[in-house]
């Protein structure tokens, strides 16, 4: 498997779910930061908003993945929400509470601020697998009806294969 480095600059935002220093993906355009010790990710407005468009660049996607899968190798804890109130949670950028929302599909509650949205472990990976699972499923039914498309002009052109043109049609 392919070792891959990324750029780490030193930031001053904090994890809002456990006040270590977050490890920040160094973009210009982007602030992605990395929780070492809870596996939680924050990514700013415009990293959200490209992510959700796809724009997002294959550096950031790149980290996100890389992030996600060393944040399912740490121990696991109580999780956050068992042990702490909603209000005690921070944005990384502003220090003002971050704002709960419960999304239903996948069922997570994110952490959020005009700033940005706060993951916590386990959650970004599941937005991405339904993503990806959403784009299967309209893969799926776009290769079906392409195939009920194709079916229907193989039988047309049986039909005009077998029946005689030079014969007029009779109405029945």
């Not at 780490?8 to 220093?21: E, Y």
């Not at 939680?40 to 660049?57: P, T, V």
Request: include cysteine; hydrophobic fraction near 35%.
């Amino acid at each position: 498997m392919m070792s891959v480095e990324f750029a780490l600059a030193p930031s001053t935002a904090r994890c809002p779910a456990c006040d270590t220093l977050l490890g920040q993906l160094v973009s210009a355009d982007v602030f992605i930061g990395g929780c070492s010790s809870c596996g939680g990710l924050w990514l700013d407005a415009a990293a959200c908003q490209r992510l959700l468009n796809g724009s997002l660049s294959i550096g950031s996607r790149a980290f996100i993945r890389h992030h996600v899968g060393t944040a399912s190798e740490l121990p696991r804890g109580i999780p956050y929400r068992q042990r702490s109130q909603p209000h005690e949670r921070p944005c990384p950028i502003c220090r003002g509470p971050l704002e709960q929302r419960a999304v239903s599909e996948p069922r997570v509650t994110l952490d959020v601020c005009e700033h940005g949205t706060f993951f916590d472990t386990g959650e970004l990976t599941a937005f991405l697998d339904l993503e990806a699972e959403r784009a299967f499923e309209a893969e799926k039914e776009i290769s079906r009806l392409e195939r009920k498309e194709d079916g229907k002009r193989l039988v047309l052109r049986i039909l005009e294969m077998i029946l005689p043109r030079d014969r007029p049609h009779r109405d029945w």
